[in-house]
């Protein structure tokens, strides 16, 4: 173990450099969901750069890719996404709110190292194979649109990860350890009534409101709330409120919904429940109501196997070695943090808060406290593939994901040394993998054990097609 440990560690190091500049170029270009054109294109470049073998256009997505190096033996797939947030945009390294110029997204989720640190990971494991002459294949696997896109979702219903026998990837967080597998399974329903429009002071009599519907149907979804898991969650935003006239009955009206629950079949019996308020309140308005999921996520299922694997590869790592120049730039960080900022950064964890300003030892295994869920695509791999996720410290303790703050210390020189740890933390748990097939058919069976019987259905109708969005003819160029 040690001394693969030792070697794999020492190719990360020796890529580490390129790495860090595919993440700040890809921090540089920030872009949402199903528009990374320049992200992705400088991944696929760094492919090439690195020589895997290279197919474009997963499940029918521009800008998802596979690069594959190794030949025969089990495959290790590598999960790396590089889409940003919108309304995130920041200049980095700057401690108060400043939006960089022309530039409204931002990589206020970490993906800009998300994504370069699993390709860096992938490229060791790479010559690692050359090195010892293993049979094996490694795979980095290029997913875009995680941030309600839902990728990897689409990605797992056509079979993308059909021969892959592990899946590893990885979180940027204040913290370094293994990824506790817990998420929410949910759906994105847009639900569009359709009215008829008239004169809202000469003739209302003739109108039959759209925007009633809708309002009529957040009032019945709030009263649901009161009779659901407490775990459950359920959002909305107008996408179309049927125009800015007041004076106008608005004919038609557009919300789109996300419900969250622990579990899918939970998920499904409360979209069903939305369903029947969103049909009672087209009931009550004389409207006709039509309901589209456009995207979902499965909750993750968890392999505890993979997860003592890679816990004992990052006691070995131990945390992160930061410098002073890093600890004062990240207390700059978090002076901009309320107390319930840093609290909350550890009640997920269930430990206590410290002084610490950045993160100074390991997560225990299955560390677990009382913090909320969010909701994540690597979830539908997990239902197809035994799936492993660390966390990686990058950033000041306290720091909100999806935040100006988190998109500031996006280029940090400690932001790079959490991306690199969490490189070798994946490449070195691959390497003991490649190495042991029994180790293998044990998270295989794990798998299995955990899934008893289950088979994965897809939370997205399979008519739904991925929203592609058109390559901009700036990235184009």
Not at 99 to 124: K, V
Not at 213 to 225: D, F, K, Q, S, T
Request: hydrophobic share 40%; glycine share 10%; proline share 5%.
């Amino acid at each position: 173990m040690t001394s693969n440990s030792e070697a794999i560690w020492r190719h990360v190091d020796e890529h580490a450099e390129a790495f860090k500049q595919l993440a700040d170029a890809v921090w540089e270009t920030p872009e949402v969901n199903y528009t990374e054109y320049r992200s992705a294109a400088t991944h696929k470049a760094e492919l090439e750069r690195q020589g895997f073998r290279i197919t474009t256009g997963l499940a029918g997505i521009p800008t998802a890719m596979m690069g594959e190096a190794g030949e025969g033996g089990p495959v290790i797939a590598i999960l790396g996404e590089y889409d940003a947030l919108s309304s995130l945009s920041q200049e980095a390294g700057v401690t108060e709110p400043k939006p960089r110029p022309g530039e409204s997204a931002g990589h206020g989720c970490g993906h800009n190292l998300l994504g370069s640190a699993a390709m860096l990971a992938a490229t060791a494991v790479r010559d690692w194979l050359r090195e010892r002459g293993v049979e094996g294949r490694v795979r980095y696997y290029g997913c875009p649109a995680e941030e309600g896109g839902a990728a990897k979702a689409f990605m797992a219903r056509d079979g993308v990860f059909s021969d892959v026998d592990i899946a590893i990837s990885w979180h940027p967080s204040h913290f370094a350890g293994v990824m506790r597998a817990e998420s929410l399974a949910m759906t994105v329903l847009d639900v569009t009534w359709t009215g008829r429009a008239s004169h809202a002071a000469a003739s209302p009599h003739l109108g039959r409101s759209a925007l009633d519907a809708a309002e009529l149907m957040n009032v019945g979804l709030n009263y649901m709330r009161e009779h659901v898991p407490s775990s459950a969650r359920m959002h909305y935003a107008y996408l179309d409120a049927g125009g800015i006239a007041p004076n106008v009955v608005q004919a038609k009206t557009t919300v789109r919904y996300i419900v969250r629950a622990a579990d899918l079949a939970t998920m499904k019996g409360m979209v069903e429940r939305v369903h029947r308020i969103a049909e009672g309140a087209a009931l009550m308005t004389e409207t006709s109501v039509e309901m589209h999921v456009s995207s979902g996520m499965s909750n993750l299922v968890g392999n505890d196997v993979l997860e003592r694997v890679m816990h004992a590869n990052l006691e070995r790592l131990g945390p992160p070695v930061f410098d002073a120049a890093d600890i004062a730039l990240a207390q700059q960080f978090r002076d901009t943090l309320s107390t319930a900022d840093i609290d909350d950064a550890y009640e997920p964890f269930g430990i206590k808060p410290t002084d610490a300003v950045l993160a100074d030892g390991i997560l225990p295994l299955n560390a677990r406290g009382e913090g909320g869920l969010g909701s994540t695509d690597v979830g539908d791999v997990s239902w197809v593939v035994p799936t492993v996720q660390a966390w990686g410290a990058t950033c000041a303790i306290g720091t909100p994901f999806h935040s100006w703050q988190f998109t500031g210390q996006g280029k940090a020189p400690a932001a790079h040394k959490g991306m690199i740890h969490a490189a070798k933390a994946m490449a070195g748990t691959a390497v003991e993998l490649l190495g042991d097939p029994a180790l293998v058919a044990r998270a295989k069976d794990a798998f299995r054990e955990r899934l008893g019987g289950q088979n994965y259905e897809c939370p997205i109708p399979a008519q739904t097609r991925p929203p592609v969005q058109p390559e901009p003819i700036s990235a184009a160029a």
